[in-house]
């Protein structure tokens, strides 16, 4: 198998954006401006969801200092060589690549942005994603080299952001869009993560992280706000055994939280893409709409 060789730097062929992955229609990065609000989570449900709907989808996590993708998605074996490139390991219908794969386990990555930069090339130029909707790639928390490194390589479809309620979220936030914007990486929409608890036992409904926050930086930014995923054991659950929420439990109302959002992700694309020659599924969305959703009580 290829291993990812870190230590190259920037040598090597100089690839225009177009030529590293031409058989990609969309290039999604998932980001979040501060660590702790879920993103990964985040990440994996809306692949599989994509996925279930009819896409083709791939997850690249290119968060090289916490690669969780390969347990997140229940694909810990590695993946293997195939004429001269690394065919991607494969969950719940979804292409899958990650550091996680190339590194031991307690093995810590203290890289340079350099580094950094040559691992990222290599995940697109090395690895046969063969033809593809979506790619989501899974950024680590801040404004580092890997979002600049992300925007230089591949032409982005654009951007999306995943935040908690609280002010202190989104004051990080804002400043990652603002990141994009300055890249010009168009801004795809804000998702709210950990919105709200609803108890298992009265119904009552709890907002821990405050209320409202992730609509109102939406508004602010003049970016969509594509939805809220309330806080349950259940959603972490399905990380740590690698069954994400929309196929361990695909009626729940939390597997409908990121189906619509999927949804609207989807169908945001392709507003924005309208007269583009070459679409994704056209039904996408529709698709994704007709899932069954949970029976009111």
């Given at each position: 198998m290829g291993e990812v060789n870190a230590e190259q730097g920037q040598q090597g062929r100089s690839a225009?954006?177009?030529d590293l992955i031409p058989n990609v229609k969309h290039v999604i990065a998932i980001s979040s401006g501060k660590g702790g609000v879920g993103k990964t989570t985040v990440a994996v449900n809306l692949s599989v969801a994509l996925s279930l709907a009819g896409a083709k989808v791939g997850l690249m996590d290119a968060d090289v200092y916490g690669p969780n993708i390969p347990m997140m998605m229940g694909?810990?074996?590695?993946?293997?060589?195939e004429d001269g490139k690394i065919k991607p390991a494969e969950g719940h219908g979804v292409k899958v690549i990650s550091m996680g794969y190339f590194v031991p386990e307690e093995t810590a990555v203290v890289w340079r942005g350099p580094m950094i930069h040559t691992a990222i090339q290599q995940f697109f130029r090395d690895v046969n994603w063969g033809e593809l909707d979506y790619l989501l790639v899974d950024l680590p928390p801040g404004t580092g080299d890997a979002q600049l490194t992300l925007s230089q390589l591949v032409p982005?479809?654009?951007a999306v952001t995943v935040t908690t309620p609280q002010e202190v979220a989104l004051h990080d936030v804002r400043k990652g869009m603002m990141m994009f914007q300055k890249v010009n990486v168009p801004l795809l929409g804000l998702i709210e993560n950990m919105s709200y608890f609803v108890c298992?036992?009265?119904g009552e409904r709890t907002e821990i992280f405050s209320h409202g926050g992730g609509e109102r930086a939406a508004e602010k930014l003049g970016i969509p706000f594509l939805g809220r995923i309330p806080i349950d054991p259940a959603i972490r659950a399905g990380g740590d055994t690698g069954m994400p929420i929309v196929v361990a439990n695909p009626t729940s109302p939390q597997a409908t939280a990121f189906r619509e959002i999927a949804a609207k992700l989807a169908d945001?694309?392709?507003?924005?893409?309208?007269?583009?020659?070459?679409?994704?599924?056209?039904?996408?969305?529709?698709?994704?709409?007709?899932?069954?959703?949970?029976?009111?009580?």
């Open positions: 225009s954006k177009d694909v810990p074996t590695p993946p293997q060589q982005l479809c654009g298992g036992h009265c945001g694309i392709r507003g924005t893409n309208a007269g583009a020659g070459d679409q994704p599924q056209a039904s996408i969305g529709s698709l994704l709409k007709k899932i069954k959703r949970p029976q009111s009580t």
